[in-house]
Nanobody
C-alpha cells in the first residue's frame, strides 16, 4: 500500500509563502509515479493546482497559480513539494497530495489512485 502524508500547511498573511511537502511510503514504485497537488475550499469542489511527471522534467499548473506556485520532487526522498509564493486569500483551502501509478501526470483528480489526508492552508488578508 502507498501512503502519502502532507505537511507544511498553516496560517499566513497575504503575500507570504509556504512550502508543502508530500512524503510517500509503502512502495518504491512511487518514485516512478506522477504526482499532483489539488485543493478544496470550503463549499467548493476539489480543483487541480499543479502536477509533475515521474522525473520532474514536466510540470503543469492551474492558471490561478501559474507564476506563484512551483511543484518539484526529490525522488531519492520519495517526496513531492509545492512551493507557494505571493499567497492570496483565495488560495485558502485544504491541499491534497495525490499520486498515480503511471509516469505521466493528469489534471483530473479521478485519475489519481493515492491520496493524502490533506493539509489546511489559510491566507489572511
Amino acid at each position: 500500500q502507498v501512503q502519502l502524508v502532507e505537511s507544511g500547511g498553516g496560517l499566513v498573511q497575504a503575500g507570504g509563502s509556504l512550502r508543502l511537502s508530500c512524503a510517500a511510503s509503502g512502495r518504491t514504485f512511487i518514485r516512478n509515479a506522477a504526482a499532483g497537488w489539488f485543493r478544496q475550499g470550503q463549499g467548493k469542489e476539489r480543483e487541480f493546482v499543479a502536477a509533475i511527471n515521474w522525473s520532474g522534467g514536466s510540470t503543469s499548473y492551474a492558471n490561478s497559480v501559474k507564476g506563484r506556485f512551483t511543484i518539484f520532487r526529490d525522488n531519492a526522498k520519495n517526496t513531492v513539494y509545492l512551493q507557494m509564493n505571493s499567497l492570496k486569500p483565495e488560495d485558502t483551502a485544504v491541499y491534497y497530495c495525490a499520486a498515480r501509478g503511471v509516469s505521466y501526470y493528469h489534471t483530473a483528480p479521478e485519475e489519481y489512485e493515492y491520496w493524502g489526508q490533506g493539509t489546511q492552508v489559510t491566507v489572511s488578508s
